[in-house]
């Protein structure tokens, strides 16, 4: 547990009592206790140790003890604010939840341009840009508008490595004159600030809407968490790019929300002077942490979680971001120990790509009507052919995963007992469910193995009616990301483990396992 995390316990503990303190041993499990508030001088102190957060959920980043000095509870007036943005920055959509830490309830917010009544959380992550001016999109259910750049989380990840030839950014390439090609990075990281800040800035106004004179009181407080792919993260090109266009767009979203548009030369120069003016600024509450780390807090905080070997398979827009990692517990603190993880370029929107890239039409219009097929299940031997492509490479990444996680295994036998999570709003049956279950019957394994299918819980805390419930499969990261940053579980990166044996002692298994309703 982080130290603002025992700070938090501490003063509910001073507030209400001992009787607050559910279990030393549990400090994950949620408060019913819609009651609570925390006194007005929680936030001023949060922010005198918000530098000694930095990355304290790293296992490798010892945390120092510091004392806090707590200013002794004073009432008067309301207790101060203390709200957690969990934003889940995805390939084709963004998705938000936002918690009240205090009462420890959680609600998704909904985009204020959605036209999609069905699923009006989905945020399109992408940008228009024509005429030297660069717009948000206004038809929330086109993936592929005229003049749009889109996948902007691909192409900072492209920026990040300096694949600037990359065919995923022939449309950032062609919509704007560049000096040279050098400056394409640069371009990105600015659409992908003006687009972040946007979208902050209105779940900020939302915030302040629903919780009445926010920003009244100084100690008032947002924070906000978001993901990034393990094989990302653990890339400090990319974790670093990540976080400076956070922290810029956190920073900026009050100029860039609710703007129709804006001429790229003034924005490029509003961003150089935040960066001038803020260089040696702290995090101001930004966090990035592993995108599977925040997909699987449902389960472990579910009461039918138990340690083990897992393979997470999340097939989103863009990409099936794997890993195998193990869970443990050890004193009721849960802990999750990465073996490997892979991100591969095989998520949902490859299969009109590679339609395009075969008929040698790359136009929105044309990726726009194979996407509007794909979805309606239409049966087309372009569509087919993509399938079994992706289903044939992501078996061969699949593969490779569960034999990296082998190799750092001491009891190679312990991969046996692995069990299997699918997330991700672009996972379906075929292909691929089909094609990760398929290695299990490989060469990897001495017998064939049938691993069980585990499925994640929808959580009590947050607000959604019954027929939102299967909204979930597509909200898993962002309610993740939702708790407060010493409360979310440590992890440990796969070239950083301690030796498997060191870590983790395996208890006989479930002999079945749980279902969705079980959760």
């Known amino acids: 547990m982080g130290i603002f995390s025992n700070f938090v316990k501490s003063i509910k503990e001073s507030l209400f009592g001992k009787a607050q303190d559910i279990s030393e041993k549990k400090q994950l499990k949620p408060s019913n206790k819609p009651q609570e508030k925390a006194s007005a001088q929680l936030i001023s102190d949060q922010k005198k140790i918000d530098k000694i957060l930095v990355e304290q959920t790293r296992s490798d980043t010892p945390i120092k003890e510091t004392k806090v000095e707590v200013t002794p509870v004073k009432k008067t007036g309301r ?7 969990g934003l889940d920055f995805g390939t084709s959509y963004t998705k938000c939840i936002c918690r009240d830490i205090m009462t420890n309830k959680a609600w998704v917010h909904h985009y204020s341009r959605s036209i999609d009544k069905e699923r009006p959380f989905l945020i399109p992550s992408l940008v228009i840009v024509k005429e030297n001016k660069i717009f948000h999109a206004e038809d929330t259910k086109s993936h592929y508008p005229l003049n749009g750049l889109f996948h902007l989380k691909n192409a900072l990840v492209l920026a990040a490595n300096g694949d600037i030839d990359n065919p995923q950014l022939f449309t950032y ?3 704007i004159k560049l000096k ?3 400056q394409l990075p640069s371009f990105i990281a600015t659409c992908a600030v003006y687009y972040l800040a946007g979208v902050i800035g209105e779940i900020k106004s939302q915030i302040k809407l629903r919780f009445k004179g926010f920003g009244e009181l100084p100690e008032d407080y947002i924070a906000i968490n978001m993901a990034i792919p393990v094989d990302n993260a653990q890339d400090r090109r990319i974790s670093r790019l990540f976080n400076i266009v956070l922290c810029e767009a956190w920073g900026l979203s009050g100029e860039l929300s609710g703007l129709s548009y804006m001429d790229i030369t003034k924005l490029v120069s509003l961003i150089k002077n935040y960066r001038s003016e803020n260089k040696n600024s702290s995090n101001n509450g930004c966090f990035i942490y592993p995108e599977v780390s925040a997909n699987v807090q449902g389960f472990i905080r579910s ?3 138990s340690p083990g070997v897992y393979l997470f398979s999340d097939a989103g827009g863009g990409t099936v971001d794997q890993s195998v990692f193990i869970f443990t517990r050890e004193d009721g603190i849960e802990h999750l120990h ?6 591969l370029p095989l998520g949902s929107s490859q299969i009109e790509n590679r339609i395009a890239q075969k008929c040698g039409d790359s136009g929105c219009k044309f990726l726009e009507l194979w996407r509007e097929r794909k979805e309606r299940g239409e049966n087309h031997n372009e569509i087919n052919e993509a399938k079994n492509w992706i289903a044939g490479q992501l078996r061969i990444g699949t593969k490779k995963t569960l034999a990296l996680s082998k190799k750092k295994l001491f009891n190679k036998d312990q991969l046996n007992g692995i069990r299997v999570i699918f997330g991700g709003g672009g996972h379906c049956d075929f292909p691929y469910k089909k094609a990760v279950m398929e290695p299990f019957t490989s060469n990897i394994f001495r017998e064939e193995l049938h691993p069980d299918e585990i499925g994640m819980p929808v959580p009590k805390d947050l607000d959604l009616k019954e027929h939102e419930y299967k909204w979930m499969n597509r909200l898993n990261v962002a309610y993740g990301l939702s708790f407060e940053q010493g409360d979310l579980a440590p ?5 950083d483990d301690p030796k498997p044996e060191e870590i983790w002692h395996p208890t006989r298994q479930r002999s079945t396992a749980p279902t969705k309703d079980e959760c």
């Open 79 to 85: 207790d101060p604010y203390f709200l957690q943005i």
């Open 173 to 175: 390439r062609n919509a």
């Open 180 to 182: 040279n090609k050098d």
């Open 303 to 305: 009461r039918v979680s």
């Open 338 to 343: 990465y073996l490997a993880g892979q991100v």
């Open 491 to 495: 992890y440990t990166f796969p070239p």
